[in-house]
């Protein structure tokens, strides 16, 4: 399939009709104009993806290969960070899973799980593309990158993100409005160590202190 990244992100939870099973293969289909779009973080939450590791075997195989990489290549129970762990409580589990080192390999795991069975169901896309996170989850879904490579570099790139150098206060903040309604907004404001970090997309800015 052919290759965009950085489009915007959907950042919705994946919702499930009780009669999935036999709504799957009604829209099986094949078709270039059919694009697949991955979101970067703030889609994630405890118990994603559970009612289909349940139902379907290709979603298992694949989240369960994940957790093994998971476990040996970043020291983690990803299949605990999903479903949630019974050893701490639902808050707890929660917070854990926004922390952007197993935010990031638990949304990666899961987008790449839905391809895949997708895929198992006829239906393939002739154009992918993602934002942020989401890109890597296109690159594999393009043939660029083995499943397995791109989930060791979203780990790795999780984990660069968790560690910033101690001591350093710091802050970001995502701003819905042009990029230059906010550079002229820095200007006047004249505040000092703010600067714009990163440009979601002509709508969103993200202001770095």
Same mark, same amino acid.
């Given at each position: 399939?052919?290759?965009?990244?950085? %489009?915007?992100?959907v950042?919705?939870?994946?919702?499930?009709?009780?009669?999935?099973?036999?709504?799957?293969?009604? *829209?099986?289909?094949?078709?270039? #104009?059919?694009?697949?779009?991955?979101?970067?973080?703030?889609?994630?939450?405890?118990?994603? /993806?559970?009612?289909?590791?349940?139902?379907?075997? *290709?979603?298992?195989?694949? +989240?369960?290969? /994940?957790?093994?990489?998971?476990?040996?290549?970043?020291?983690?129970?990803?299949? #605990?960070? +999903?479903?949630?762990?019974?050893?701490?409580?639902? #808050? #707890?589990?929660?917070?854990?899973?926004?922390? %952007?080192?197993?935010?990031?390999?638990a949304?990666?795991?899961?987008?790449? /799980?839905?391809?895949n069975?997708?895929?198992?169901?006829?239906?393939?896309?002739? *154009?992918?593309?993602?934002?942020?996170?989401?890109?890597?989850?296109?690159?594999?879904?393009?043939?660029?990158? %083995?499943?397995?490579?791109? +989930?060791?570099?979203?780990?790795?790139?999780?984990?660069?993100?968790?560690?910033?150098?101690?001591?350093v206060?710091?802050?970001?903040?995502?701003?819905? %409005?042009s990029?230059?309604?906010?550079?002229?907004?820095?200007?006047?404001?004249?505040?000092? @160590?703010?600067?714009?970090? @990163?440009?979601?997309?002509?709508?969103?800015?993200?202001?770095?202190?």
């Amino acid at each position: 399939p052919q290759l965009y990244g950085a %489009t915007p992100s959907v950042s919705q939870k994946f919702l499930i009709p009780d009669n999935i099973a036999d709504s799957i293969p009604s *829209i099986s289909m094949s078709s270039p #104009e059919l694009c697949f779009l991955f979101s970067g973080q703030g889609s994630q939450y405890v118990g994603m /993806a559970e009612k289909l590791y349940q139902k379907f075997q *290709i979603i298992r195989n694949t +989240l369960d290969n /994940a957790n093994r990489i998971c476990k040996d290549f970043g020291g983690f129970n990803l299949l #605990e960070l +999903l479903f949630g762990s019974p050893n701490i409580t639902e #808050e #707890e589990n929660s917070k854990k899973l926004r922390q %952007t080192q197993f935010t990031q390999p638990a949304i990666y795991s899961v987008e790449m /799980a839905l391809v895949n069975l997708f895929k198992s169901k006829g239906i393939n896309a002739g *154009i992918v593309g993602g934002h942020s996170l989401g890109e890597f989850a296109a690159l594999v879904t393009a043939g660029v990158l %083995t499943f397995e490579d791109g +989930l060791k570099v979203v780990i790795t790139r999780g984990k660069a993100m968790a560690e910033s150098p101690p001591g350093v206060q710091c802050t970001m903040a995502a701003i819905f %409005t042009s990029s230059e309604l906010v550079e002229k907004s820095l200007k006047e404001l004249s505040v000092e @160590n703010v600067s714009i970090s @990163n440009y979601n997309s002509s709508s969103q800015g993200a202001p770095s202190l």
